[in-house]
């Protein structure tokens, strides 16, 4: 099992997607705070089935991990969906996936995350809670500067001074690779919570729940699909 680090903080907001990443995250969360809810954003994203993968997600993350339980609090959806019909991404509309004049997929939304990390702020404040979490990744991503380190505790102080508080933003998986992320899922949960995120998780942009691979389920071809496949692949292969 990973070691765990101890917070003076107690409670948690996870920014939670319904994907492998936010499903990793929750799990960490758990092991670590006293109480942790969740958070979804509805964006107008074409995969909006993990909107209703998220439900199934929690449910299977409490069979998987019942030790904990008891810490998994409220659920919350926030409607942006005026904020995703701006970019007219291939994210939020019916377009090929392809690379942009600056060479970033045209799956980035821009300033998806900052979004994301203000209205969570915001929750959190009103609820209670002390420290954000979420699944952004530097290590094995698509690109996109939103999920840079550097991008995420420049806005953690941002919004620690525009909410006159800490606001600490915790990124476990920033670091990792995919195949570290299936690991540490296994050795928060074991087979018991790596199934349950093969199995009830979604990743693929395209919104694809028929094909489904020993990873999961996706069309197996977007930027999604393929860093979850390769990442799985290799930790399996270890």
Known sequence: MSAIVQ??????????????????????????????????????????????????????????????AERLGDDHVVDLTGFGAIGETAMTTERAIEADARGLPNTFVPGRNLIFLVA???????????????????????????CRNDTIQATARALSLGLDKSVPVETPLMFLTKAQTWELADQIGGRGLVEAIIEFSHTCYLGDRTHRHVWGYGCGACPACELRAAGYAQWAAA
């Open 7 to 68: 917070h003076s903080e107690k409670t948690a907001l996870v920014l939670f997607s319904g994907g492998q990443d936010s499903a990793t995250c929750l799990a960490w969360a758990l092991e670590r705070f006293d109480r942790v809810e969740t958070v979804g954003f509805d964006y107008g994203q074409r995969h909006a089935v993990e909107m209703q993968a998220r439900q199934s997600v929690r449910e299977e993350l409490v069979k998987a991990l019942p030790q904990w």
């Open 120 to 146: 969570a702020a915001a929750l959190a404040d009103r609820r209670g809670l002390d420290v954000l979490i979420g699944g952004m990744c530097e290590t094995d991503y698509s690109g996109y500067p939103d």
